[in-house]
């Protein structure tokens, strides 16, 4: 009995090439559709977990749940905006960010797999803060 490390002799890779894993790619840049996580490490470390669906002329909505480092449980909040590819902008009602009911809004190129490296401003009335962010399709 013998055998062999090299493969069928077929010509045929199981590996994918650079066309399958560029056509990949593009697919999953193509829709905004599906869950999403936002994670900061500001002093008081910020993760959002969301889910996005796509409706007519780019326009997108969705809920989820923020959740403060020192916060004893998440907040839902809802989330409205625009995928015009690459673009995205994002606002987010129902936040409470350190103890204060606050918007967010968030834009970013969703230009990569990795993700989109934003800033959400958060506001409140007389209150305003920036918030680096990476958000990523899950």
């Known amino acids: 009995m013998s ?3 090299g493969g069928s002799g077929g010509g045929v890779s199981p590996w994918p090439t650079e066309q399958d894993i560029n056509a990949s790619a593009q697919a999953t840049l193509q829709s905004v559709a599906g869950d999403w996580e936002g994670v900061s ?10 889910r996005l669906v796509e ?9 989820g749940t923020m959740k403060e480092g ?7 909040f809802i ?10 902008t994002l606002a987010f009602n129902g936040m ?7 918007k967010g809004a968030a834009q970013g190129s969703y230009t990569t797999v990795g993700g989109i490296g934003a800033t959400l401003t958060l ?6 803060r920036d918030v680096a962010i990476l958000l990523q399709e899950k």
Do not use: H, M
């Not at 490490?41 to 969301?50: G, M």
């Not at 020192?70 to 839902?76: F, H, I």
């Not at 989330?79 to 995205?88: A, D, H, I, M, Y």
């Not at 409470?96 to 606050?102: D, G, K, L």
């Open 3 to 5: 055998t062999s490390c």
């Open 41 to 50: 490490t500001v002093p008081n470390a910020l993760r959002l977990d969301f």
């Open 55 to 63: 409706g007519a002329n780019g326009q997108v909505s969705g809920t």
């Open 70 to 76: 020192s916060a004893a449980a998440a907040v839902p």
């Open 79 to 88: 989330v409205s905006g625009t995928f015009q590819r690459p673009l995205l």
């Open 96 to 102: 409470v960010f350190e103890s204060r009911q606050v």
């Open 123 to 128: 506001t409140a009335p007389g209150y305003s």
